[in-house]
């Protein structure tokens, strides 16, 4: 694939990424498709709502079309989503170029597409922040340059919107063939977990870690995933929000500050671990910092 002019200037994104994953993409939005009110709601959209943990959260990578499908969770508590497969919808991974900017003192209102549909991008300005992050919402200012987003999906009456936790433009090309296979692992690695359940757990654990599951039981539990230890879980699913946010991921001490007086440094250690030694996340050029692979 060439991402030469169609990384740059958004000439091929709709054809190659629509190909791929839009053979009903004119289905998941319309002509009469119309963003939210970019002067409504602040980025509450929850009223009175408990605030979900770490532990019921996971970041999916997806398409705007798996968005715009998206159904009211029937299992939750009013306010949650789910995508068509049954995977629970609340932090994402988005990639899409930017057809529209607007700015105003205390937000960014981006109108971002991805060749499956369009969807509006709300990003809170702080004020405090430091030059660099300053000058990297700038560079997310020009139409058609291509990002990567992570926040929350909000349901305003039908409307949907993503609160943006991080925006940053495109290092290369290869980070939109990465989530684009992304997508596909992820949403092909739920499926064959619904299918075969612990089993499929267990066979993980034995063919790729036998090694370290002889170190004691709290790691063999982990090597399970995150259905077999809670704190493995949590860690894992908190690991795999926070180091999207930053270009050279999640800190150990980042982790061990969120966790204190929940778990202790040993555990935390353990985790980390586990998941480096299966390849689920790797070193970043700092030291103590890890990304997650997929």
């Not at 092909?188 to 034995?206: F, L, N, T, V």
Request: charged residues 20%; contains cysteine.
């Amino acid at each position: 694939m060439n991402y030469g002019m169609d990384y740059q200037g958004g000439g091929g994104f709709g054809g190659g990424f629509g190909g791929g994953f839009g053979g009903s993409s004119g289905g998941g939005f319309g002509d009469n498709y119309s963003p939210p009110n970019s002067g409504g709601g602040g980025g509450g959209g929850g009223g009175g709502k408990a605030r979900r943990s770490y532990d019921e959260q996971s970041c999916q990578p997806v398409t705007i079309r798996m968005i715009l499908t998206s159904k009211p969770d029937p299992n939750g508590d009013g306010g949650g989503l789910q995508l068509e497969d049954g995977r629970k919808l609340y932090h994402v991974k988005l990639v899409a170029a930017v057809r529209s900017v607007e700015e105003s003192s205390v937000n960014m209102m981006y109108q971002v597409e991805d060749g499956t549909g369009l969807l509006t991008v709300k990003q809170w300005i702080n004020q405090d922040e430091c030059s660099a992050m300053a000058e990297l919402r700038e560079q997310t200012k020009r139409d058609h340059i291509y990002v990567k987003v992570v926040g929350q999906v909000k349901d305003y009456e039908g409307q949907f919107m993503i609160l943006a936790e991080s925006i940053r433009p495109f290092s290369n090309g290869n980070e939109l063939t990465h989530h684009m296979l992304d997508v596909v692992y992820t949403a092909e690695s739920a499926k064959r977990k619904s299918q075969y359940g612990a089993p499929q757990a267990m066979m993980s654990g034995i063919g790729f870690q036998g090694g370290p599951m002889m170190r004691g039981p709290a790691l063999s539990a982990a090597g399970m995933g995150s259905a077999g230890n809670p704190v493995s879980k949590a860690i894992e699913d908190y690991m795999q929000i926070e180091s999207e946010k930053f270009e050279n991921g999640i800190s150990v001490a980042q982790i061990q500050a969120h966790f204190r007086g929940r778990f202790q440094e040993h555990e935390i250690r353990q985790v980390i671990d586990q998941l480096s030694g299966d390849g689920t996340i790797y070193t970043t050029g700092m030291d103590d910092h890890f990304k997650f692979a997929i």
